[in-house]
């Protein structure tokens, strides 16, 4: 069974305890009328499972949730993960991981190479089985500024012609952790990546399980070759591919508030963190949980497998480290 699985109302029932305010066509929805400080009904967590299934993504505003409230409102949903399975938690809480400003400093040196798809990614994609949602809380953030965008990855997928579609169904690639093009990666980087060596196989196309809807899962950051093409044959098709996710109407963009809350559907999603913040002089602190998720399926009924690596488990004592 799925961590986002819905038992009622249906994704297209009309909710009846919060309120769910589209922002684009295509994705994207505010939700009102709640209090995340508080614990939730099982009615009210089905209408916001309802909502990130048609939605994708949705956001809440005014909630000034602690680390701990945090993780109750996660848990309600799934089973959060440690932090990061390679780039760690916040102290004390082992379940969070700081979203920082500079937290790339210490991992990458150099210049990227610039392209239309940088940064983008999905969470965790290394892993056998990635996170099933992304739940990302802003505390300190700069009075313009900031944004971050995300795509349906269920649409780029329609997006494409029918013998694309069919030829990406047949498809699967292997995504790491690396530097972005141009940058090389610090001491630090590569350490953390050998204690935690994570590197998997998943389809180009996988089936999300409540629905039966396809979605295109590349990761711009992560997915590093086509498993089978010539090397010039996966650079020509992961770029078309890429670059397609990323068009306009396949996004929205969020402008994020204290205590403003992201909570997105990793499996059927691909988000971009901002570079504007780079110049300028506010702090920018966000603290993000994941979902436990299952393991990807592809059109052909096959799982991802893992080359390297343990699957990115829930939170346990045992697997803080």
């Known amino acids: 069974m799925s961590t986002l ?3 009622t109302p249906a994704p297209n029932a009309e ?12 994705i994207g929805a505010e939700i009102s009328g709640i209090d995340l400080t508080q614990p939730l009904g099982a009615a009210v967590v089905d209408e916001i499972k309802a909502a990130l299934l048609k939605w994708k993504v949705v956001f809440f505003r005014d909630q000034p949730l602690t680390h701990d409230q945090h993780v109750a409102f996660a848990s309600a949903f799934g089973a959060p993960t440690v932090g990061h399975p390679v780039f760690g938690f ?7 991981y700081s979203v920082a400003r500079d937290r790339f400093a210490e991992r990458h040196v150099g210049e990227p190479l610039i392209r239309p798809w940088t940064g983008w990614h999905t969470d965790v994609t290394a892993a056998v089985n990635p996170p ?8 300190d953030i700069p009075p313009y500024g900031g944004d971050t965008l995300w795509t349906n990855l269920a649409v780029a997928y329609q997006g494409l012609s029918e013998t694309l579609r069919a030829f990406v169904d047949t498809l699967r690639g292997v ?31 996988r089936v999300i399980p409540e629905n039966g809807e396809r979605v295109l899962f590349v990761s711009p ?10 090397p010039r044959e996966s650079r020509q098709l ?53 979902l436990r998720g299952e393991v990807p399926v592809g059109v052909d009924g096959r799982p991802s497998t893992a080359i390297k690596g343990d699957p990115f488990e829930a939170y346990t004592p045992s697997n803080a480290h």
């Open 90 to 96: 916040v102290e004390g809480h082992p379940q969070v």
């Open 132 to 139: 099933a949602a992304s739940i990302l809380r802003g505390v």
């Open 238 to 290: 992961l770029e078309l591919l890429f670059e397609h996710i990323t068009r306009p109407e396949y996004t929205v963009r969020f402008r994020w508030q204290p205590g403003s809350i992201a909570f997105w559907d990793n499996r059927a999603t691909a988000h971009l963190a901002p570079r504007d913040i780079f110049s300028l002089d506010f702090n920018r602190q966000l603290y993000r949980i994941t």
């Open 175 to 205: 995504h790491y952790f690396s530097p972005p093009e141009g940058q090389e990666a610090t001491e630090s980087f590569i350490k953390k990546n050998q204690a935690r060596p994570l590197v998997s196989e998943h389809p180009l196309v």
């Open 15 to 26: 909710p009846r305890h919060i309120g769910v305010h589209p922002l684009t066509g295509l």
């Open 221 to 230: 950051s992560f997915l590093k070759r086509v498993t089978g093409l010539h």
């Open 5 to 7: 699985a819905v038992a």
